[in-house]
């Protein structure tokens, strides 16, 4: 139903600056947030950032600050601007696409790695 496209990871050095984008098609009309998570080895999952469809955000208290979610007009792709980099952002970062019609269904990126280091 929604197909999730994600890119922009690659290696930088800490300070750096990083623009993850991921677009959504498909039934993108249902879409009601959209966001990113993050996976670093050893660790669980978590959210880095999301944004609703009416514009409300939500941060990690560990990139509040340094990262921005943003959404383009027709809601279907979203933006993470990392900036200040550091190597314990260093993690494989995916983008989450929940619809919620009739029931609520989450649909995943496969991924983008995403290595702060020197």
């Known amino acids: 139903q929604v197909q999730v496209a994600e890119s922009g990871g690659g290696l930088v050095q800490p300070g750096g600056s990083l623009r993850l984008s991921c677009a959504a098609s498909?039934?993108?009309?249902?879409?009601?947030?959209m966001g990113w998570y993050r996976q670093a080895p050893g660790k669980q999952r978590e959210l880095v950032a999301d944004?609703?469809?009416?514009?409300?955000?939500d941060y990690a208290d560990s990139v509040k600050g340094r990262f921005t979610i943003s959404r383009d007009a027709a809601n279907n792709t979203i933006y993470l601007q990392m900036n200040s980099l550091k190597p314990e952002d260093t993690a494989v970062y995916y983008c989450?696409?929940?619809?919620?019609?009739?029931?609520?269904?989450?649909?995943w990126g496969q991924g983008t790695q995403v290595t702060v280091s020197s």
């Open positions: 989450n696409v929940q619809v919620r019609w009739l029931r609520t269904n989450d649909y």
């Open positions: 944004i609703t469809r009416g514009g409300t955000t």
């Open positions: 498909g039934n993108i009309f249902a879409i009601y947030t």
